[in-house]
């Protein structure tokens, strides 16, 4: 009478192998050979994103700054007004420019 996988293994004999075991054990690798490429992918994905998130925020600084910096320029140039020198050298020009077009014009004869 032959002996079952079972009551081969239960008596002690190691050699023996239990119904599908190999079977089971080589669906179990593959399961974790997967697993390991998802965790590498996500991993790749994490730090892909990470890097994303910091090259944002040095943009956002980056980006706050020159805005601070044309708002200052401008409330600068807001708060100066024309100076004396300013008002005098465009006053002279607009009376050049309305000579050199009075001069321009023929005569009446």
């Known amino acids: 009478m032959s002996e079952t996988l079972q009551a081969a293994y239960e008596r002690g004999r190691v050699a023996e192998r239990l119904n599908h075991h190999d079977e089971q054990i080589a ?13 590498s992918s996500l991993t790749s994905t994490v730090q892909t994103l990470t890097e994303a998130r910091v090259t944002d925020a040095a943009t956002r600084v980056a980006t706050a700054e020159a805005v601070k910096e044309a708002k200052l320029a401008q409330e600068a140039q807001a708060q100066t007004g024309w100076s004396p020198v300013a008002k005098f050298a465009t006053a002279i020009g607009a009376m050049a420019v309305l000579w050199a077009i009075l001069t321009s014009l023929p005569l009446p004869i």
């Open 27 to 39: 669906a179990t690798n593959k399961v974790l050979a997967k697993t390991v490429d998802i965790a």
